[in-house]
């Protein structure tokens, strides 16, 4: 039977890397059934909404999507596409893994992390006050009356909202993860010692569900010494666990430590659908070149096969990889010694190179 699965391009170097990493699935003798849906800048000016409805409904249909990076306006009213779709479908789970491979320009060896973000809620949920409008006047009021704080109407707010339920489940999602992949630590990431309710209670909530894994160790750091932790001694941890936008920033971070953004994988998981896609954005100032690495894509899809029960294609795909970073020869600018590097690939190439090696 073949898998239907929602394919969607994005926007800047979304289609290329979208189009190289389909032809390799492809090239893995998996069959798909693809349900291309445009969302992004395109559909911006033609609908007024980056993420139509009929994306929505296919994921819900497929259960499965593939994703290119989607461009978000920075300080504009749009809302960010990615983080809307993560919250229509209860996407709950971002899962990143960082690993470091032979070949790839590291300070470091032997990094093997999976970061595991919560992405529902946290300064990301989306609860935001303009300056100048009535509920903003009205928070500020709120904000007097219940603390005795008087804010300057000049300001703007977005709040940080952190729940048990959400937290519960992110925590046990972290560590079911460990225990299903023979993985020994959970590491909670927080600031509770400033945020002392909001992070204060992510912490007490992971602290709580870690006593329900006794199998698995449980440790906590708070976010500043964790960046620096990971930058010193990244071997030290295994799975990270943190509210959103900790998770958002560590994992940038980790992909600096294995060897950049070309290369770091990702998945929106949710009790019904899952979403695979880079951690990276749309980098739109190389849009249109063939120049960017599809790597980042193609372990999407390598983390999207071993969610389809396809294995043993997944094993190939990410062989022919890692093979292809070891070589050194048929990789992108960002893989090779100097980003001008004269012999570096392009987008394409990189796609043709892993097809070859899957033939052989
Ligand atoms: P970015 O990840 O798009 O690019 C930052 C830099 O990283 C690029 O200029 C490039 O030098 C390098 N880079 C990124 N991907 C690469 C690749 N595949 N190969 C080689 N080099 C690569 O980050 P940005 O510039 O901050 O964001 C651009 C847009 O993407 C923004 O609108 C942002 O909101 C959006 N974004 C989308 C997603 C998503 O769709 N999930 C994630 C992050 C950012």
Redesign the pocket.
């Known amino acids: 039977m073949p898998h239907a699965v929602t394919l969607i391009p994005?926007d800047?170097?979304g289609p290329e890397?979208t189009e190289a990493t389909r032809r390799v699935l492809e090239a893995t003798g998996v069959k798909f059934v693809w349900d291309v849906r445009r969302a992004g800048a395109e559909m911006l000016e033609k609908y007024g909404t980056v993420l139509p409805d009929d994306v929505i409904e296919s994921i819900k249909r497929t259960k499965v999507g593939l994703?290119g990076?989607?461009?978000?306006?920075?300080g504009r009213g749009q809302r960010?596409a990615?983080v809307t779709l993560r919250k229509k479908l209860d996407l709950y789970a971002n899962l990143r893994p960082a690993k470091t491979y032979p070949g790839l320009r590291s300070r470091y060896e032997n990094i093997d992390l999976i970061i595991v973000r919560e992405n529902t809620e946290d300064l990301y949920a989306g609860i935001e006050f303009q300056r100048g409008t009535r509920e903003h006047e009205e928070i500020l009021e709120a904000i007097s009356r219940c603390s005795g704080h008087q804010l300057d109407p000049e300001s703007a707010l977005s709040v940080k909202y952190i729940s048990v339920a959400a937290t519960r489940r992110i925590v046990r999602f972290a560590f079911e993860y460990a225990r299903a992949n023979g993985r020994r630590k959970v590491t909670a990431v927080h600031k509770a010692n400033i945020m002392r309710l909001s992070d204060g209670l992510f912490l007490a909530t992971a602290h709580e569900v870690a006593k329900e894994f006794s199998d698995i160790q449980f440790e906590d750091r708070i976010v500043d010494n964790m960046c620096m932790q990971l930058v010193q001694k990244p071997e030290l941890y295994d799975v990270l666990v943190l509210p959103n936008l900790y998770g958002d920033i560590i994992s940038d971070l980790s992909a600096g430590l294995i060897g950049?953004?070309?290369v770091a994988p990702g998945a929106n998981i949710g009790s019904q659908c899952a979403v695979f896609?880079?951690?990276?954005?749309?980098?739109?100032?190389?849009a249109g070149q063939n120049k960017?690495?599809?790597m980042?894509m193609m372990f999407s899809g390598v983390m999207m096969l071993r969610h389809l029960g396809e294995r043993e294609a997944a094993h190939r795909l990410e062989r022919a990889l890692t093979q292809i970073i070891a070589e050194g020869k048929y990789v992108?600018?960002?893989l090779k010694p100097r980003p001008d590097d004269p012999t570096a690939v392009g987008t394409s190439q990189v796609a043709d190179a892993v097809i070859e090696r899957l033939h052989r």
């Open positions: 994005g800047g170097t890397i994703k990076p989607i461009t978000t306006p920075v960010s990615n950049g953004l070309g896609e880079p951690v990276h954005g749309s980098a739109p100032k190389y960017v690495n599809p980042a992108t600018y960002d």
